[in-house]
Nanobody, 130 residues
Framework: QLQLVESGGGLVQPGGSLRLSCTAS????????IGWFRQAPGKEREGVSC????????KYADSVKGRFTISRDNAKNMVYLQMNSLKPEDTGVYYC???????????????????????WGQGTQVTVSS
């Protein structure tokens, strides 16, 4: 079974930064569009950002535009989420996953709906608090 592994979470003060990483166990990420999601306690999982397999197309939720940047390094089999100007409402468990569209993915049809993704990782906790 394909599995993604997230890392880089932690406790940070409001206004601070964190960089999350996502890698794959046993398979190459370069064939997949990847999405980042988060889930706060008592809330549904929500999409944060996604990136195409080549890394040249990205999409962001309105709540993180201008603060978060998604990127990838296919040579290192890694996808990143740089998070700046963090707010307490960014707190949650962050997950990465592969888009089910596979080779049919396009930025025009890209979605941040969790139901459109699979091969979820275990998540990494991000806590923004003073």
């Amino acid at each position: 079974q394909l599995q993604l592994v997230e890392s880089g979470g932690g406790l940070v003060q409001p206004g601070g930064s964190l960089r999350l990483s996502c890698t794959a166990s046993g398979f190459a990420l370069n064939a997949y569009a990847i999405g980042w999601f988060r889930q706060a306690p008592g809330k549904e999982r929500e999409g944060v950002s996604c990136i195409g397999s080549a890394g040249d197309s990205t999409k962001y939720a309105d709540s993180v535009k201008g603060r978060f940047t998604i990127s990838r390094d296919n040579a290192k089999n890694m996808v990143y989420l740089q998070m700046n100007s963090l707010k307490p409402e960014d707190t949650g468990v962050y997950y990465c996953a592969t888009d089910k569209a596979r080779g049919l993915w396009t930025i025009v049809a890209a979605t941040l709906k969790p139901s459109s993704y699979d091969n979820w990782g275990q998540g990494t906790q991000v806590t923004v608090s003073s």
